[in-house]
């Protein structure tokens, strides 16, 4: 019987080595706070969809989550964050989702994203990573908060190469 390449190729990448993820040495507190702004000026929403993805990658680099709602302006949520923390660092995730047209039969929204980390005490050297995640809605009723979770998964992973850009500093 033969094996077609793509299936001969499946099988061998099947038995390689899955790639870890990066582990602080220690235990570290994070106190984390993730935002929905919405594009029409309206409320500010406590995000609880991104956060939950966030907190699990916190977890996974041996990093303690500490969960905090943050409200306010966009200038002070970095400050109200860093309020009440006590050593480790401060993580502040801000989405914004956007309609921007329907294509295809399906509506398209981009959810821009900065995520800042910082140290508590030096709020200015914060490590800001700053990205945009397209996204494609099926039904016109779907608004900002189901363009927040179609983009989670994607939000998650760059927050992860966010921290472990931190432990690899930690680490120098």
Not at 92 to 117: D, H, I, P
Not at 150 to 172: E, K, N
Request: include cysteine.
């Amino acid at each position: 019987m033969r094996l077609t390449r793509p299936i001969l190729l499946a099988l061998l990448l099947a038995g390689c080595p899955k790639p870890t993820t990066l582990q602080a040495p220690a235990p570290v507190p994070v106190r984390v706070g993730s935002v929905l702004e919405s594009a029409t000026e309206g409320p500010v929403e406590a995000d609880t969809t991104a956060l939950d993805a966030i907190v699990a990658e916190i977890e996974a680099r041996n990093l303690t989550p500490v969960a905090v709602e943050v409200s306010g302006p966009h200038r002070k949520r970095l400050e109200m964050l860093a309020q009440g923390a006590s050593g480790g660092v401060i993580l502040l995730v801000e989405s914004t989702a956007r309609y921007s047209t329907q294509m295809n039969g399906r509506y398209r929204w981009t959810v821009e994203v900065e995520a800042k980390l910082a140290d508590p005490e030096a709020l200015d050297e914060a490590a800001v990573e700053s990205f945009t995640v397209p996204v494609h809605l099926l039904y016109a009723h779907e608004r900002e908060n189901d363009a927040l979770i179609a983009a989670t998964p994607s939000i998650a992973r760059r927050v992860g190469a966010l921290l472990d850009d931190w432990i690899r500093a930690q680490g120098q």
